[in-house]
Structure formats: C-alpha cells, structure tokens
C-alpha cells in the first residue's frame, strides 16, 4: 500500500463507520447491549484509524484541488464545509458520549447520543461522498 491508496482507505473506513453506526443503534434498540458496545467501540476504531491515515496522507501529498466546474463545484464545497466543520465538532462529542457510555452513565449517554449520532454518520457518510467526488468523478 501506498500514500496514494490512502485516499480509498480513507472512504472504506467512512463507509465502514457508518455500517457499524447504523449496526450498533439497531443492537441498542433490540436490546443487546453487549453488541451494541462492541459495534460502537469497533466504529470508534474505524473513525481512528481513518483520521491518522487521512493525517498521514494530507502531511504527504497536501490538498487535492477539486477538478470540478459549475453546479457541482458548489454541491462539493457545500458538502466539505459542513463536513469539516462537523468532523471536528464530533470529535470531543464521540469522546464524552463513548465516556459516559462506559461509565454507566446511561442517562446522560443517551442524551448526548441522540447529538452525536446523527452528526457522525452524517460525518461518515459524506467524507465518502467527498472522496467519490474528489477522486472517481473526474
């Protein structure tokens, strides 16, 4: 693998957040706690390992100038900026929210999570856009 695979790496590991996201709040809806934890913690890791890879990568190659020209110049822009703005808001939230989850702080989890959530698979699911649009439209 190369510095310039990290770019896919990066989108896999998005895209795999979001599925264990998404897997992690059905566990808790049925009720399995236990799995629920483990899809939150493996989602942890996921979104991890892709900030030290996308931290690699930028301290590597630098930026990529998005090639597109028109409408969808606009749509890419629109999606980057809430998204790096969101990227580091969720930050701090995913900390305290996977705190008081393994502290046994279920009231004040659950409040926080119902934030954090929706903020990161948001998160997640547009720094795969980003990447389709950055790196396989053009």
């Known amino acids: 693998m190369s510095i310039a695979d990290l770019p896919a790496l990066n989108a896999t590991l998005n895209g795999l957040s979001f599925i264990l996201l998404s897997l992690g ?23 991890t390992l892709f900030l030290i890879s996308y931290l690699v990568y930028h301290a590597n190659i630098g930026s990529k100038p998005f090639p597109g020209e028109g409408t969808v110049r606009y749509v890419y822009f629109t999606i980057l900026i809430t998204h790096v703005v969101l990227a580091a808001v969720i930050v ?5 929210t996977t705190l008081r989850g393994l502290r046994d702080d279920f009231e004040r989890h659950r409040a926080i999570a119902k934030i954090t959530f929706p903020l990161w698979m948001y998160v997640s699911v547009t720094g795969v856009v980003i990447y389709l649009m950055l790196y396989r439209m053009y």
């Open 25 to 47: 709040v059905t566990f808790i809806k049925q009720g399995r706690r236990t799995a629920h934890k483990r899809m939150m913690l493996a989602a942890l890791v996921s979104s």
């Open 92 to 96: 701090p939230l995913v900390i305290m």
